[in-house]
């Protein structure tokens, strides 16, 4: 089955320095790859995905990587601000009808001011 | 934020007690999940329904049972569970069509087992 892992467990920058953290998976099958974030107390929300024929998508501040050949992809948060402080969790599945995503262990990210 | 609904929000139960989550879609979804959250560790998936039927099932102990009487509801029945059960269960649904398979989260389940 498919496996999700996701490094760094923790990372710490300065407000308004970019960020970036990586996910590698296994099963070359899977095609569907979201982000989401997980602010203390809340629900995960997604805040971007892509799809495996895309090499890379952008919203604002927020960019997904993806390479097929390595099996791995990237969440890249640019600018970052106090407010991005949550944890990331980076998923990987086959996009089947009621596929299950396989999440990674998370990362802890934290912006000082 | 209303989406997807739990309750209750929090739970505390001895091991000898029987006790029901639940999960409310309102997004016309078809398909919906159970998983545990706990610390350190990541998101596990616990059941996967697609249009009612159980689609996935992994390898979860027999004293959590789930029930999806239609699309937009899911129960986690619990009985005689361990401490270690202790953690969140969240809920999430999507569609089946897979150019809209976006999952969306419930805000969970805070479970403790005395």
């Known amino acids: 089955g498919e496996n999700v892992e996701q490094h760094p467990s923790t990372l710490s920058v300065q407000e308004g320095d970019s960020a970036v953290i990586k996910c590698t998976y296994s099963?070359?099958?899977?095609?569907?790859f979201p982000w989401y974030k997980q602010e203390l107390g809340k629900r995960p929300q997604l805040i971007i995905d892509?799809?495996?024929?895309?090499g890379e998508k952008k919203d604002q501040r927020i960019a997904v990587t993806l390479n097929k050949t390595a099996k791995h992809f990237s969440l890249h948060i640019t600018e970052t601000q106090p407010e991005d402080s949550a944890v990331y969790f980076c998923?990987?599945?086959?996009?089947?009808?009621?596929?299950?995503?396989?999440f990674g262990k998370g990362t802890t990210l934290s912006v000082s001011s | 934020e209303t989406g997807v609904t739990q309750t209750p929000r929090h739970l505390v139960m001895g091991m000898t007690n029987k006790k029901s989550l639940k999960c409310e879609q309102h997004?016309?979804?078809?398909?919906m999940y159970w998983y545990k959250q706990s610390a350190k560790k990541p998101l596990e998936l616990m059941f996967v329904?697609?249009?009612?039927?159980?689609?996935e099932n992994n390898s979860v102990p027999s004293r959590f049972s789930p029930e999806c009487p239609n699309s937009s509801h899911l129960f986690l029945h619990l009985h005689t569970l361990q401490p270690e059960d202790s953690a969140l269960y969240l809920c999430?649904?999507?569609?089946?069509?897979?150019?809209?398979?976006?999952?969306?989260f419930g805000p969970g389940t805070r479970l403790l087992v005395l």
């Open positions: 999430a649904s999507s569609h089946t069509d897979i150019s809209r398979e976006t999952q969306y």
């Open positions: 099963d070359s099958a899977s095609n569907y």
């Open positions: 892509i799809r495996s024929n895309v």
């Open positions: 998923a990987a599945s086959l996009r089947q009808a009621g596929t299950a995503l396989i």
């Open positions: 997004l016309g979804h078809n398909a």
């Open positions: 329904y697609s249009l009612e039927e159980r689609v």
